[in-house]
């Protein structure tokens, strides 16, 4: 396999190194802790699943569905997002269904993608928004994933010393993995930016309504005014409506782009099943309280997670969105890299985390955390790293001792 030329331009995934690992672990006993995947554990709203039992089994909803989502789908997406962002989408050519973000993301590179084209994107970033174009035969330059005035030097370098010039810009904000939020008036700078360079915008807003502070609740890039001649959004169901696994999400922005997006899909899916389109459809127009009850969940388990954490000795930064604390590997172990201090949280502690190194090389002194453990989980997550971390200097060989740190 390793000669196929597609797979040869991808680098290897270390997620699965680390999963292998949990997977033996817990084959031989072990209670591990996952913090790694960002795989949310709470229930799907009762109502969306009560809808898609109630549609499952109708006439014709066992056939081929819509590929770029049924009508009412993508009507609701369009309400969504004037009800939230107060942007108006014609949902027949300004919304695409795609199978999750994921997936958008993946066909988007396809069909805008020519052999050896530049594609701007954040280190550290999700790994699809580069991987997609990689494997689209498409070339990566990094930019910084912080939203601030640096990206912009920093980007106007890529654009300037990439040939040939690129074509496109990636953003993700929520960001996973760094949790990093983008104000509108940086969304402002980046449509000026990308239009300046004349570059496509492409934006990842998959954790939108995973938030902590009501009064700012993140926006989005297609506020700005213009920036639909330029940008293509990337939304999900997985994370506001707990749906990961039903491979529900959308593209919205600019119609060209959405044309050839949607004729990519055409050729490949037949869209999702007609019944988990429905209960989708459902989760967009019902009511609300499921989002800011997942909200709650999710920011009590934040700050269970900084306050046991450290106590265990572990400074955990505060995110103020998304479902991820993106965190510095304590200084005697940084030295070991992400990969081989994940690998040693499960080895050690029966905790797994996500080592920053698989979100681009600009990761590697860091681990993404996910709550998705609950809170006493989260708390025994603690009370098993506190061990490790107070026995490591007899175990181990390789780190600093305690006493040394910061002499």
């Given at each position: ?31 591990i802790i996952d913090l790694g995947m960002g795989n949310p554990d709470l229930p799907a ?25 049924i009508a009412g789908l993508r009507r609701a997406q369009a309400g969504y997002y004037a ?46 928004h580069a991987f997609g174009f990689l494997m689209a035969g498409g070339v990566i330059r ?266």
């Amino acid at each position: 396999m390793s000669d196929f030329h597609r797979i040869k331009r991808l680098p290897p995934y270390v997620f699965e190194q680390v999963n292998r690992i949990k997977a033996a672990a817990r084959a031989g006993g072990a209670d591990i802790i996952d913090l790694g995947m960002g795989n949310p554990d709470l229930p799907a709203p009762q109502h969306v699943i009560d809808k898609l039992v109630e549609t499952v089994g109708k006439p014709r909803t066992d056939r081929y569905s819509a590929s770029k989502g049924i009508a009412g789908l993508r009507r609701a997406q369009a309400g969504y997002y004037a009800r939230r962002f107060g942007v108006k989408l014609n949902p027949e050519t300004q919304v695409v269904a795609t199978l999750g973000s994921k997936e958008g993301f993946a066909n988007m590179a396809q069909a805008i993608t020519a052999p050896g084209d530049v594609v701007l994107v954040p280190n550290p970033s999700y790994p699809i928004h580069a991987f997609g174009f990689l494997m689209a035969g498409g070339v990566i330059r990094s930019v910084p994933a912080e939203p601030s005035p640096d990206f912009f030097s920093a980007a106007e370098r890529a654009v300037a010393h990439s040939i040939p010039r690129p074509i496109a810009l990636v953003v993700c904000y929520p960001s996973n993995p760094t949790a990093m939020v983008a104000s509108l008036d940086f969304y402002r700078d980046l449509v000026a930016f990308a239009k300046k360079h004349e570059l496509i915008l492409l934006s990842d807003l998959a954790y939108a309504e995973v938030f902590f502070d009501e009064k700012s609740p993140p926006p989005s890039v297609l506020e700005v005014p213009g920036a639909m001649d330029v940008a293509v959004e990337f939304t999900s169901m997985s994370k506001t409506f707990s749906m990961a696994g039903w491979r529900i999400g959308f593209a919205v922005g600019n119609e060209r782009l959405l044309a050839a997006l949607a004729r990519v899909k055409s050729y490949l899916d037949y869209g999702a099943f007609t019944p988990v389109q429905v209960a989708a459809t459902a989760a967009l127009n019902g009511p609300d309280d499921c989002i800011r009850e997942m909200r709650a969940t999710y920011r009590r388990r934040r700050d269970v997670l900084i306050e046991s954490f450290g106590k265990a000795g572990w400074h955990i930064p505060s995110p103020s969105a998304s479902m991820f604390a993106w965190v510095k590997i304590p200084e005697r172990f940084q030295g070991m890299g992400s990969l081989e201090f994940s690998k040693l949280l499960i080895e050690k502690a029966d905790v797994a985390v996500a080592p920053g190194i698989g979100f681009g090389e600009h990761g590697d002194e860091y681990v993404r955390i996910a709550i998705v453990e609950n809170e006493q989980r989260i708390r025994q997550a603690a009370r098993n790293i506190r061990r490790f971390f107070e026995t490591a200097d007899q175990t181990l060989h390789n780190v600093v001792p305690l006493a040394r740190v910061g002499s």
